[in-house]
Structures are given as structure tokens and as C-alpha cells.
């Protein structure tokens, strides 16, 4: 077993590989909803704003992620350092089927329902905050599970700027032809994404409301 | 000194329609030149069929539409001049489908308006069991339960409840007894006659239902295509010869015919 003593050797270098990928991506996932919530909140109640917004996100969507680093490098104060960057980038990966999953939520909300709480006299803020965005978190939540497990497998390019990561391994691996190392970058990345999931998943699964 | 506004207010009435009318933004007019008076303690039918412009109507006096002519009087004052919000929170409204929140116990539905004006809790609380037992539900046993948990009956009853929650002086209800199985819609008829007693409350109701019009309307206001055809008590509905009325008492005669031919002797 020669891998589960490559993994025993290169105990610290893994782990620590992996807090950094869990912090890329869990800053990107801050940010992309401290975004894209927002975002689309605005798309659902402008119809007119919500084709330029998830169109912008689409196009983000479609950059191939190591063509997105190379156009992010560049710019100013985003260049200076690879985390900054990867994050950025991760960030727009995210937003789409965060923001597209929020319209969709809100969109999603019985009109009985909405019809009843303006009746009765609730501001739109109030029906946004106690009625639209409690009723819909539980599909928001799964665009951010989406978002998130997407985001894990990307960060793995990460490397490739020098922000470090699970990345780190499979690009040396690659280059020295040695697939341990880049089981050691894959299985925890993968891992990342299969524990992100199912965490997320019940987190979803608790907010949905009951219904027979 | 509480006696005096209160026999004002009674006299004036607390909805009026003055020549109301509201048009789509394509200029398709949903309802054409209303004129309706409501006093409290009355209840107003709107009857007529779907697309007649029943609920238009309704969704002028709680300014959830602004009407395109005319004006609707709330309590003697425009709803244009109304503070939308504050005019909603002073009315009750039951919708179709009842429009409970799912995400929300029965408790917190029924204390969503009380929480809204930020009443005390123990005041707000002591409302919503109050409410309950008036809807014939147990606070013990329902307050927590959620909207799904409930049969149609109970949601109805809950909606109702919620409606009355901060004691409106006005209560709007759009097809309340609809979707709902003819014994519980027996019940709750029953029980709205009571309620209706005890609360003196000007109440207009949306329905399609001629026995339902007779059985609890003070007035009923006959819909046609967005025009007013005629306002008649239950007894003037039943002889009135004004064709639409008369197409809808002929039509409820049929299943009156139809129990009597089928009477044992």
C-alpha cells in the first residue's frame, strides 16, 4: 500500500493544501452571495435588468477558468496576488446558479401567497425578508451547493497562478509523471466536493419547508 | 365617549364606490362606472361569473389596483389619499386559496398583522388564542401546527382568524368558501352568520355561488362583463326580472326542482 504511505508521509503538506483550497473557495462563496442573492433579488424584480445580469453571469459561466486567470492578471490591485485572483475568478464562476436559483426562488413563491401578504398590508421589503426569501432559501441553498461544489473542482486550477491548493499536487503530478501525487491533490478535492454536498444538502433539506 | 364616532361611522358608509371604474394599461376596461354603498354590520355580495370583475372590485377597496375613473371611498376618504399600507392593515382580507404562509405556524400567521403594528407579545398572544377559539380551533392543539398540517376547513378558518386579527373594521373576502367540500362549506357559513352577528362588520364578499349570495348577503350586487347590472336584497334577487339576475335565479331554481321531484311524501 504504497499510496496509503505516500498519504501518511505527506500528511501536513495535504492537509495544509487542503485549508488553503477550502479557504479559496469558501471566501469565493462569501462573496458570490453577498452578490448574487442581491443580484438576484434585483433580476426578479425588474424584469427588464434580468436578462443583462444573468447574461453577464452566462458569459463569466463560459470563460474557460484557465483563459479567465490569464485576463484577470492584469488587472491592477487583482494581479498582485494569486489568491486575490483565484478568488475573484472563482467568484464569478459562482454567481450564476446562485443568482439563476434566486430569481428562480422567488419566482417560485405562490402567488396566493405573495397576493395575501401585500393584502394585509406588508411593505415589499417586509414580503421580500419574511415572506419571499424564507420561502425560497431552500432553492437558493441548492444554487449554492451547485456553486460550491463547481468552485472545488475549479479552485484545483488554481495552482496554476501559484494560489496554492489541492491544485498544487495534480500539477506536480502531472509534470513529474507521478500519479500519487496527483491522487494526492484529486481524492481530497473530491472528497471536498462530496463532503460540501452532502453537508449543504441537509442544511436544504432542513429549510424546505414540510409539505405532505 | 367611545359611543359618539362609533354611530358616526355607522351611519356613513365605510366603502363606497363612486362611479369606479378600472381599466387594463391596453385600455380593456375590467369594471365600468360602479357605484356601491357598504355600511358596517351589512354584508355586500359580488356575484357574477369569472372575468365579471368581482375581485377588480374587491382589490379597489384595499388599493391593491387604483381605479382608472371615479374614486373609492374607504371610511369617507379616497384610497388615493390612503397610505396604501396603513389602508390594508385596516382592512381584513381572505383570499382564494386562503394564501396562508407555509413557511409559518398557524400561531404566527394568525399574528402576522398584530406583529406588523408591533403590538406587546402577551397582547398579541392573548389576541391569537382568542381568534382560534372564535374559529373553533384549540390554541393548545393548533397554534403550532403548520399550514400543510391542516384540512382545507381549518386553513379556511385560519384565514379568516388571520384576517380579523387586529379587529378591522372592514372585511374582504374573495370566494372564501370556495375548494372547500359542501359540509364544511355548510359549517362555515353557519359559522360566518354568527360571526357576522356578533362583529357588525362591513363585509364584502366575492362569489359565483347564487345559493351562497342568498344565504349570507345582506345586499347582492349583480356583475356583469365589468358593469353593475343591479343591487337587490336577497328577496328582490329572487323576483327581480333584470335578464342576468334572472338567468342566475332560473338556473338555481333547476336544483331547487330537482330536490323537490325527488321529495318522499
Same mark, same amino acid.
Not at chain 1, 417586509?126 to 472545488?152: D, H, K, M, N
Not at chain 2, 354603498?37 to 372575468?51: D, F, I, N, P, Y
Given at each position: ?212 | ?56 372590485a374587491l382589490k379597489l377597496i384595499n388599493r391593491l389596483l387604483d381605479p382608472s375613473d371615479g374614486e373609492v371611498l374607504v371610511e369617507g376618504k379616497s384610497t388615493r389619499t390612503w397610505d396604501a399600507i396603513s389602508l390594508r392593515r385596516h382592512i381584513g382580507y ?45 390554541? +393548545? ?25 387586529? +379587529? ?5 373576502? +374573495? ?5 372547500? +367540500? ?17 362583529l357588525q362588520k362591513a363585509i364584502v364578499i366575492v362569489t359565483h355561488d347564487v345559493g351562497e349570495s342568498l344565504l349570507l348577503a345582506t345586499r347582492i350586487a349583480l356583475l356583469d362583463a365589468g358593469k353593475l347590472t343591479g343591487i337587490y336584497t336577497p328577496k328582490e334577487f329572487l323576483v327581480a326580472q333584470e335578464p342576468v339576475a334572472a338567468a342566475y335565479v332560473a338556473n ?14
Amino acid at each position: 500500500m504504497k499510496f496509503i504511505d505516500f498519504f501518511i508521509r505527506h500528511q501536513r503538506e495535504i492537509v495544509q493544501a487542503t485549508v488553503e483550497h477550502i479557504w479559496l473557495v469558501g471566501m469565493a462563496m462569501l462573496i458570490a452571495v453577498a452578490i448574487g442573492v442581491p443580484l438576484g433579488i434585483i433580476a426578479s424584480r425588474h424584469p427588464w435588468l434580468s436578462k443583462p445580469i444573468l447574461g453577464g453571469a452566462n458569459i463569466a459561466e463560459t470563460i474557460p477558468s484557465l483563459a479567465l486567470f490569464g485576463f484577470l492578471l492584469p488587472v491592477p490591485w487583482l494581479g498582485d496576488r494569486a489568491d486575490r485572483l483565484v478568488i475573484t475568478a472563482l467568484t464569478l464562476y459562482a454567481l450564476l446558479p446562485i443568482i439563476r436559483n434566486t430569481t428562480a426562488g422567488i419566482a417560485g413563491v405562490d402567488s396566493a401567497v405573495r397576493e395575501a401578504a401585500r393584502g394585509m398590508g406588508m411593505t415589499e421589503n417586509q414580503i421580500l425578508f419574511q415572506v419571499e426569501l424564507p420561502l425560497s432559501a431552500p432553492t437558493i441553498l441548492a444554487g449554492v451547493r451547485v456553486a460550491t461544489v463547481l468552485t472545488i473542482g475549479i479552485a484545483t486550477i488554481a495552482a496554476a497562478v501559484g494560489a496554492g491548493g489541492l491544485g498544487e499536487f495534480i500539477f506536480r503530478g502531472l509534470a513529474m509523471v507521478n500519479d500519487q501525487l496527483i491522487l494526492a491533490g484529486a481524492i481530497p478535492a473530491a472528497a471536498l466536493a462530496l463532503l460540501a454536498d452532502f453537508g449543504l444538502s441537509l442544511l436544504e433539506r432542513r429549510l424546505r419547508p414540510a409539505r405532505s | 365617549m367611545k359611543a359618539e364616532p362609533d354611530r358616526e361611522a355607522a351611519r356613513e358608509p365605510a366603502i363606497e364606490f363612486q362611479n369606479a371604474g378600472y381599466r387594463l394599461p391596453n385600455g380593456r376596461a375590467l369594471l365600468e362606472n360602479v357605484g356601491i354603498k357598504v355600511r358596517r354590520g351589512e354584508t355586500l355580495v359580488l356575484l357574477g361569473r369569472s372575468g365579471a370583475g368581482k375581485t377588480t372590485a374587491l382589490k379597489l377597496i384595499n388599493r391593491l389596483l387604483d381605479p382608472s375613473d371615479g374614486e373609492v371611498l374607504v371610511e369617507g376618504k379616497s384610497t388615493r389619499t390612503w397610505d396604501a399600507i396603513s389602508l390594508r392593515r385596516h382592512i381584513g382580507y381572505v383570499i382564494q386559496d386562503i394564501g396562508l404562509f407555509p413557511h409559518l405556524t398557524v400561531e404566527r400567521n394568525v399574528s402576522l398583522v398584530p406583529r406588523l403594528e408591533q403590538w406587546p407579545v402577551e397582547r398579541t398572544r392573548a389576541r391569537t388564542d382568542e381568534l382560534l377559539r372564535l374559529m373553533g380551533l384549540e390554541p +393548545d392543539t393548533f397554534s403550532k401546527r403548520y399550514p400543510h398540517q391542516l384540512s382545507g376547513g381549518q386553513r379556511q378558518r385560519v384565514g379568516i382568524a388571520r384576517a380579523l386579527a387586529v +379587529d378591522p373594521p372592514i372585511l374582504l373576502m +374573495d370566494e372564501p368558501f370556495g375548494s372547500l +367540500d359542501p359540509l364544511t362549506t355548510g359549517e362555515l357559513h353557519k359559522e360566518f352568520q354568527q360571526l357576522q352577528r356578533r362583529l357588525q362588520k362591513a363585509i364584502v364578499i366575492v362569489t359565483h355561488d347564487v345559493g351562497e349570495s342568498l344565504l349570507l348577503a345582506t345586499r347582492i350586487a349583480l356583475l356583469d362583463a365589468g358593469k353593475l347590472t343591479g343591487i337587490y336584497t336577497p328577496k328582490e334577487f329572487l323576483v327581480a326580472q333584470e335578464p342576468v339576475a334572472a338567468a342566475y335565479v332560473a338556473n338555481f331554481r333547476m336544483y331547487e326542482e330537482a330536490e323537490r321531484k325527488n321529495e318522499v311524501h
